[in-house]
């Protein structure tokens, strides 16, 4: 038996159920019939995924495995079929009928290429171009001014996004905030470590004019420190800095892992980063006067109809959900995090 996309969803319904009899009443199956399923899964994958007992179920290491990877695979595919949908419906899959052109703007973060490349692939006929800013405030302008079409960018926890009145912004995820340390630093080896426990410690950091710095200065205050004078300067130095052991940093969750430094989850979660990507409004949400051109869902360009505002952001959306799912399966440190925070679900 090859392994397929119901499969993962079995086996997801299963373990949020914790005991076949109510995943069975759930799937609308007999208890006996999903138990024979199950079998011929475990056996396609080569062991059991799932410990019985008279309390119900639980997963094995095997079922772990699996799990992570069906909570990253079957969001992205019902994010993908449903972009398939909106694009069907307003006539996607004739000839030449794609938006013509996607301009991104970020800021620093290892998302904006893993986008670039997801929007290259699926609209191979669009120009896609990129600009980058240590500003969310200046990226923001840009959108709004129309110079570009789209910009990925984040604040910390419930913090309030630039130009908020003039744009839409739209949460890909909230993830934790972790610590980068250097591979012979020795809290490199902990599960989790205490703000307080790197009191003393020199920071790296990037520039930026939105509130981290103010949030992860209060952060430390609680804990009874003041953070250490920073080095602030580019990523690639950050990570140098962090590397030699002559400063840690902070970074998102889904840093990817390189050589010679590791991340760490903060006890506690003290500080959040809420990804965002920020568009315009459709032009029918705007105002007589600011409207440039008719009101309409879909349009008609020379190269013909393209897909509304609406469902050309709603796709973008989901292609930068899925980058970031994949930025968090490709994070060891990151994905750990999440499978002992079941509860900490992206959208």
Do not use: N
């Not at 990507?277 to 360009?301: E, M």
């Amino acid at each position: 038996m090859e392994l397929e996309l119901r499969h993962l969803k079995v086996i997801r319904a299963i373990d949020e159920a914790g005991s076949l009899t109510r995943a069975a009443a759930g799937l609308g199956l007999a208890q006996p019939a999903l138990s024979a399923q199950l079998k011929r899964m475990e056996r396609a994958l080569g062991g059991e995924l799932f410990l019985r007992g008279r309390h119900g179920v639980r997963p094995t290491e095997l079922g772990e495995l699996v799990l992570e990877r069906a909570r990253v695979l079957v969001p992205a595919v019902a994010e993908l079929q449903e972009e398939a949908r909106r694009f069907s419906r307003c006539g996607a899959g004739a000839a030449g009928v794609r938006p013509s052109r996607f301009r991104l703007g970020g800021t620093h973060g290892p998302l904006l290429g893993g986008l670039v490349d997801r929007l290259a692939d699926a609209y191979p006929k669009a120009q896609v171009t990129t600009s980058t800013s240590w500003s969310t405030q200046e990226l923001a302008l840009m959108l709004a001014d129309g110079r570009i079409d789209y910009v990925l960018t984040g604040v910390c926890g419930r913090s309030r996004p630039p130009e908020e009145d003039r744009l839409v912004w739209r949460v890909l995820a909230d993830d934790p905030v972790f610590v980068m340390l250097g591979e012979a630093h020795p809290l490199a080896g902990r599960a989790e470590v205490e703000l307080g426990e790197l009191a003393g410690e020199r920071w790296a950091t990037v520039p930026g004019d939105g509130c981290f710095g103010e949030c992860f200065a209060a952060a430390c205050l609680r804990v009874g420190f003041a953070p250490e004078p920073v080095y602030e300067t580019d990523t690639a130095s950050c990570v140098h800095l962090v590397q030699v052991g002559r400063a840690v940093g902070l970074c998102r969750a889904t840093f990817p892992p390189m050589p010679g430094l590791v991340t760490v989850p903060l006890a506690g979660t003290p500080l959040m980063w809420r990804h965002l990507l920020g568009h315009r409004p459709a032009a029918r949400d705007l105002p007589a006067a600011d409207r440039d051109g008719p009101v309409s869902g879909a349009g008609r360009t020379a190269e013909g109809v393209v897909p509304s505002a609406d469902d050309t952001a709603a796709a973008v959306l989901a292609h930068a959900r899925a980058v970031h799912a994949g930025a968090v399966a490709a994070s060891p440190s990151c994905a750990r995090w999440y499978r002992a925070h079941p509860d900490a679900r992206v959208p």
